[in-house]
């Protein structure tokens, strides 16, 4: 999925569109089209284009028929994945092609948006957001982004020594709010 747009978005625009705001389906339509495009160019082979769109059509059509179903608790992109794996799926079996199957059905479609992993990045989020501003930046950049502390001090324009102490006391406060810091020294 693209980075400038979340499952919080898409999901968003998708309680939106279900709520009778045609405006939020037409964007929301829009934004998956593309989406799908450059998911199924990357899965597709010699006939990238022309299956892809046609697999677009048929995704956005099942999206717009199967709306109804969609549980307003779970997260869009988990749902809405979902749908364009099994057209992938599909369009290899009509298409005879055993080998696309098998690696449909092995590849982790969209890995990033399984549920699991969504609620956990809500979690972190939630739990990042109650930190103060630089905290939590540092933490983001360290821990989530993979940055070095010697990265994160130049961009932040502190010592290494001040990122490692201010990022193990945003790690301390976490484990303090989920019961697990141990505060004794």
Known sequence: MTKSVSEQVLKGLMLLSLDGDEAAYRRLLVILRDLLLA???????????????DLVQEVLLAVHSRRITYDRERPFTAWFFQIAK????????V??????????????????????ALFAHL?????LDQLPAKQRELLRQVKIAGKTTAEAAAESGQSEAMVRVSIHR??????????FANDEK
């Open 39 to 53: 998911f199924y160019r990357r899965r597709l082979g010699v006939n990238a284009d022309r299956d892809a769109e």
């Open 86 to 93: 099994y057209k992938l799926i599909d369009h290899f079996r």
């Open 170 to 179: 945003g790690m301390r406060a976490i484990g303090r709010k989920l019961g």
């Open 95 to 116: 298409n005879g092609s055993k080998r696309g199957v098998e690696i449909a059905l092995g590849d982790e479609i969209a890995a990033e948006f399984r549920e699991e």
């Open 123 to 127: 979690d972190i989020d939630r739990l």
